[in-house]
């Protein structure tokens, strides 16, 4: 999902947390390279780094599942990203985890672009309020291949905190060797804004790669952030476990408003 994580409430952990494990070199790999290829033309690169994300989770599924600290973005990707601004990818931490579920591609594209996100994620949204570019309904048909979406956001967090964003959200459909694949990435217009002066957040990027496989419907997803609690100094393994927890609690949330709306 195209949003901001939860995972900003760092504010809630007092002490350390041991990091995740560093990923292997593919994945960390993979998930760079398919962030910074979307924006190619053509869907060629994309789709041969999503049939070797497919080969690379056959055998280390369940690794992933409990996540990975992932390398940052490469400079030039995000350089590249508009509007244009200063951004700086040494200070962003980075995280990847996968899902696995029973519901379609279709559902879960419905759930992401469709449905009201107040009502998917009840318990991280005051507002949501996207603004399409092309047709939504195009896209979700899959007539048409891309879709990019400006959002502003009211995010709720732990402690009557709020944190208001814009970001721009970007979808596209391929068709590795796997089947039909949706690739997703977003990034923030300018930092985030809070309600209380203690949390800030500067920068995120977010990716996440959604197709069938023989474990099920799989969502590989990344997220690099630069977060901090103002005056506090953040151990690096507690902001890495919260991310990861904030990217498997979006799953959950997801796949728990399908079983009770399912079509």
Not at 55 to 63: E, K, T, V
Not at 118 to 124: F, I, R
Not at 177 to 195: F, M, Q, Y
């Amino acid at each position: 999902m195209a949003r901001l994580t939860p995972s900003v409430a760092l504010l809630l952990l007092t002490a350390a947390c041991s990091r995740p494990p560093d990923a292997p070199a593919e994945l960390e790999q993979l998930c760079g390279y398919l962030y910074d290829h979307m924006a190619d033309e053509d869907t060629i690169a994309m789709e041969a780094g999503i049939d070797n994300v497919v080969a690379w989770l056959d055998g280390n599924f369940d690794a992933l599942s409990e996540g990975y600290a992932i390398a940052t973005l490469g400079q030039g990707a995000i350089d590249a990203l508009e509007p244009a601004r200063t951004r700086d990818a040494q200070v962003l931490v980075g995280a990847s985890v996968a899902t696995v579920s029973d519901h379609s591609l279709d559902d879960i594209v419905r759930s992401l672009i469709l449905e009201e996100q107040t009502e998917v994620y009840p318990d991280d949204y005051d507002v949501w309020e996207p603004t399409f570019r092309v047709d939504p309904e195009c896209f979700a048909s899959g007539d048409c291949d891309e879709l990019w979406s400006d959002n502003h956001s009211v995010i709720r967090l732990p402690l009557g905190i709020r944190m208001t964003t814009d970001n721009t959200a970007h979808y596209r459909w391929t068709q590795p060797e796997a089947g039909r694949a949706l690739v997703t990435r977003s990034w923030l217009w300018a930092p985030g804004e809070p309600n209380v002066n203690i949390l800030q957040l500067d920068d995120q990027f977010y990716l996440s790669v959604t197709l069938n496989t023989d474990l099920g419907l799989v969502r590989l997803k990344a997220l690099w952030a630069d977060a901090a609690i103002v005056g506090a100094e953040l151990p690096e393994g507690t902001a890495l476990n919260m991310l990861v927890n904030g990217l498997v609690a979006q799953d959950e949330a997801m796949y728990a408003w399908l079983d009770d709306n399912a079509r």
